[in-house]
C-alpha cells in the first residue's frame, strides 16, 4: 500500500494538558510539585538508558499516591471530561486530517483521558493507544496508607534521586500497592514505537508512509522510527529530546499548520513537505496561500505565523530555545518544563 497515515502524541501537538500532572494537583496536596519531582525522576531513568525502563513511567510512579488520597477511576473520569483543553486549531485540525488520511493517537495519557478527549473532538477513538489503568482494581489497606502519605512528605523533603530510588527499590516495591504500579504498562518511549509497528502491521503500512508529530522524551523512539525509515518526524513545540530525534522543528500557538502538511505529504510526499518549509521560510504569506486551499486554515496560518525548520546537527540548542518560549507560553511553565 503506498497510503500515507499520520500518528500523533496527544498532549503537547493536540491539547495543552498534561492530565496526570493536573490530576495530581488537583487531588494531591502538592501534588504539582510532587508530580514535577516524579518526572525528573523518571527523566534521570530513561537517561540511563536502563533497556526495559519505559519512558512516561512517572503514571506509574504516582500510582500509589492517588490511591493513598483516595482516588477513584470515577475521580479520573469527571477530571478529564471537565479538564480538556485543546491547543489552538486543533479541533480544525483533527477533522481535516481524518478526512484525508488514517489518523491514530499515540498517547503516554491514561486511557480515561483520552477516551474524554476523543468524545469531546470527534477523534475515532478505536484509532487510539494509551496507558492503560485499572485504579479501583487495586485496593489499599490502613497501614500502606499512612506509609504513603509519610513518603509522600519524605519525597518533598528531600527530592534527591538517591532518596526516591531508595524508596522505590527498598520500600514501595514491598508493599502489596505495588501490583498496582507493575500493572500498569505506559505506552512511551519505545511503547510509542511499538503501537506504531502493530499499526502498521495491522494495516499493511509501509513505514516511509507515515508522518509522526510529538513533543517529549516519551516520543523519542517513535520520531526515530519515524525519521529513520523514510517517514516524515515533527517535533511540535518539543523539549530538547524530541527536537534531537526529530528531523523537522515546529514552534506555533497553533496546530494547524500540522493539516497543511499532511496534506502535502499526502498528496506529494516528503520531499514536496521539505520544499514547502525551504518556500515558507523565504516568503511566508505567498507559500501558505499557495499550498492551503482551505479558506479557514490559511486565515488561521496567516494571523498566527508558525516558524518550521529542518533539524541539523548545528541548530538544535536554537530550536529548543525557540520552541521552549512557545511551549510555556502555549502549556504554562510548570507543564512545558516537564520531560
Known sequence: MNDKFYVTDCEGPLSINDNAYEISDFFIPEGGHFFSILSNYDDMLVEENTEEYLAGSTLKLILPFFKAYGLTEKDLIEFSEDNIFMIDGAYNMIKYIQSIMPCYIVSTSYNQYIKALSDKTGFIYENTYST??????????????????????????????????????????????????????????????????????????????????????????????????????????????????????????????????????????????????????????????????????????????????????????????????VRDKVRGKNIGNLG
Open 132 to 325: 492503560n489503568l485499572q485504579l479501583d482494581k487495586y485496593d489499599l489497606n490502613q497501614e500502606e496508607q499512612d506509609k504513603l502519605l509519610d513518603i509522600h512528605d519524605n519525597i518533598l523533603f528531600d527530592s534527591s534521586f538517591e532518596n526516591i530510588h531508595r524508596i522505590f527499590t527498598n520500600v514501595i516495591s514491598k508493599m502489596e500497592i505495588n501490583n498496582l504500579i507493575e500493572s500498569v504498562k505506559p505506552v512511551g518511549g519505545i511503547g510509542k514505537r511499538d503501537a506504531i509497528l502493530d499499526i502498521i502491521d495491522k494495516n499493511n503500512y509501509k513505514p516511509e508512509n507515515l508522518m509522526y508529530s510529538g513533543d517529549s522524551i516519551t516520543d523519542k523512539e517513535a520520531l526515530e522510527y519515524a525519521r529513520d525509515n523514510g517517514g516524515l518526524s515533527i517535533s511540535f513545540n518539543g523539549n530538547i529530546h524530541s527536537i534531537e530525534s526529530a528531523s523537522i522543528s515546529i514552534a506555533s500557538t497553533n496546530n494547524l499548520i500540522l493539516a497543511v502538511i499532511a496534506d502535502i505529504f499526502n498528496k506529494k510526499g516528503k520531499s514536496a513537505v521539505y520544499d514547502f518549509i525551504n518556500d515558507y521560510n523565504n516568503e511566508s504569506l505567498e507559500t501558505i496561500l499557495n499550498c492551503s486551499d482551505n479558506i479557514e486554515i490559511t486565515q488561521q496560518l496567516l494571523v498566527n505565523k508558525p516558524s518550521i525548520d529542518i533539524v541539523t546537527n548545528d541548530n538544535k540548542e536554537t530550536l529548543n530555545n525557540m520552541t521552549k518560549v
